[in-house]
């Protein structure tokens, strides 16, 4: 469906772009995007796949705030609909901001990658943020968690940036849109120490998560 | 250069006050994290209203709220966010003749403007009102950063001694951006701010960092003040803010 | 919009009518249009917004896409022949 004039309107700093192309944008009015998680970076990067037009954002999981941010998101863009719960849902994107770097999000990225749908994760821990989109043969979230010297307690203490919700939503546009996918490396965003580089994890030896990542199952 | 001591510029969160120059694409990232950080005082300055066209990425901002000023839009937004401090707004452009008052109001500046001639008279101002600021430009999918403090690290004006020459830069219609790039930008902007006010020494002070969100990469580079620098060096030819030094933008 | 027959031939032309928009929807209209076009064909825009007459073409150069030729009209519109690259 061609975009409507006020769609030109609202998305016209992005369609100026040379790859970002009309059918682009078509392409994010059309796409269903799972978030699972909570806090502030989260809410961002919600808001920011719904002001760049994601058509559909479902959040995963009960949260008190989560009315303000459906609010908050249709307020921003009507063209967006974002629901509460995910369960039974068919996405092109999941998007994993719970503080869970065990075999809770290894089920999830096992899950995502068996099921062919782009997998991003973050970590926040001690004003620090890990991002990364998971593909086959990547080691486990807890092994990349160990790369960047934080341990799964870490993740109790996450500190107060938000870059990572911006960042992650970001690396979805971009995706979602046709532009590719930015990288398949671990990101380091560490706000605390003006840290912000590449992260070389690999999977520790006889990680049982790593081998389940690995088996797809 | 003598090593000098953040903890100069520190101010206990409670009663720091903090400048958003900018209610935009930076702005908005910048806003949302200070809402939670507790500071006192958040002043925002942005002459513009909001428009259709700026939600794709200033995402504080509601489609009811078309037409409204972004510093009154932005105000409700932290109001709604149950920010607990004061709100200052400054519905006005900045210029040669307020921007030195506004500025010294405050204990920490973010530079969330979207001209180069807005950029480089905030940073003259900074400079020459001693407050410390922390600059961010974004363009399509790249964007960079860098954290100044005055007379003490490299200035803007250090890296580039004036604003590129009018055509050299793309116009208004070509400036396309990620809005979620200017959000990384913005959001880094605003922890870089809380650094600043905690005293903190891991600021992006003496080195910029580059952030391409199509590869979603970031690169690090060390830079230093520039001792011909015309408004931090050793003999600065910018002593005041003087019209001549802000030659006026094609988008203006 | 409108098609017609170019005067030189067989290559098929679109019109693009956009008197009475400004910068940069007019750019952007037009890009969003011979994004729908094929390879050779011709887009001739006209607009009534002075800098538009200017951005429009340069825009369009960064992007990669041929200017055919600009023409400030009589009637105090500008026309904008595009080529899709």
Redesign the interface.
């Known amino acids: 469906m061609p975009?409507r004039d006020?769609q030109?309107?609202?998305?016209?700093?992005?369609?100026?772009?040379?790859d970002?192309?009309?059918?682009a944008q078509e392409c994010l009015l059309k796409s269903r995007v799972l978030v699972y998680g909570e806090g502030?970076p989260m809410d961002?990067c919600v808001?920011?796949l719904?002001?760049?037009?994601v058509g559909d954002i479902h959040l995963s999981g009960v949260r008190p705030s989560v009315l303000?941010l459906i609010w908050?998101a249709a307020?921003?863009?009507?063209d967006c609909r974002v629901h509460e719960g995910g369960r039974g849902l068919r996405p092109d994107y999941v998007i994993d901001f719970a503080q869970d770097a065990g075999p809770g999000a290894a089920r999830r990225a096992a899950g995502a990658l068996r099921a062919g749908l782009p997998y991003l994760k973050v970590l926040r821990a001690a004003?620090a943020a890990i991002?990364k989109r998971w593909r086959e043969g990547d080691p486990c979230p807890g092994c990349v968690l160990n790369a960047a010297g934080l341990k799964q307690t870490d993740l109790l203490n996450p500190g107060?940036?938000?870059?990572s919700?911006?960042?992650a939503?970001?690396?979805a546009?971009?995706e979602l849109a046709g532009?590719?996918v930015?990288?398949h490396?671990a990101?380091l965003?560490d706000?605390?120490?003006?840290a912000?580089?590449?992260l070389a994890a690999t999977p520790l030896p006889e990680c049982i998560m790593c081998a389940e990542l690995a088996d797809g199952r | 250069m003598a090593a000098f001591d953040p903890k100069e510029f520190a101010v206990p969160r409670e009663r720091a006050r903090v400048l958003v120059a900018g209610a935009g694409g930076l702005g908005s990232p910048a806003l949302a994290a200070l809402a939670s950080s507790g500071v006192g005082v958040i002043g925002v300055a942005d002459s513009d209203v909001v428009d259709l066209s700026n939600l794709h990425r200033q995402v504080i901002h509601v489609t009811a709220g078309v037409g409204l000023p972004k510093t009154a839009s932005a105000e409700e937004f932290l109001k709604r966010s149950g920010f607990g401090g004061a709100v200052l707004t400054f519905q006005t452009r900045l210029d040669t003749g307020n921007i030195m008052e506004v500025v010294s109001e405050f204990d920490v500046v973010v530079d969330a403007c979207d001209t180069f001639r807005s950029k480089f008279m905030l940073n003259d101002a900074c400079v020459l009102a001693g407050r410390p600021f922390v600059h961010a430009g974004v363009l399509q999918f790249e964007g960079q950063i860098m954290t100044i403090y005055p007379e003490r690290t490299a200035c803007l004006r250090c890296l580039f001694e004036s604003p590129p020459p009018p055509g050299s830069v793309p116009t208004c219609q070509e400036a396309g951006v990620l809005g979620a790039a200017a959000g990384v930008l913005g959001a880094i902007q605003a922890a870089e701010a809380l650094k600043v006010l905690d005293g903190k020494k891991t600021t992006l002070s003496d080195r910029v960092v580059a952030f391409d969100a199509r590869h979603m990469s970031f690169r690090t580079v060390p830079v230093s003040r520039d001792p011909g620098c015309p408004v931090c060096g050793t003999k600065p030819r910018i002593d005041s803010m003087e019209d001549a030094n802000y030659p006026p933008e094609a988008c203006d | 919009m409108a098609n017609e027959r170019s005067a030189s031939g067989s290559t098929s032309r679109k019109l693009l009518d956009l008197r009475g928009e400004v910068c940069p929807y007019t750019f952007v209209k037009s890009k969003l249009t011979l994004e729908q076009m094929a390879p050779g064909e011709e887009l001739v825009v006209t607009v009534d917004y002075e800098p538009s007459s200017r951005n429009i073409p340069k825009s369009m150069r960064i992007i990669g896409e041929e200017v055919v030729s600009v023409a400030a009209k009589d009637d105090g519109t500008w026309e904008i022949v595009l080529r899709k690259a």
């Open positions: 975009l006020d030109i309107r609202r998305y016209a700093r992005q369609l100026v772009m040379r970002f192309t009309g059918a502030p961002l808001l920011y719904a002001a760049a037009g303000d908050r307020a921003l863009n009507p004003g991002m107060e940036t938000s870059v919700g911006p960042a939503a970001a690396f546009t971009l532009l590719g930015p990288t490396n990101l965003m706000a605390d120490k003006g912000y580089r590449e």
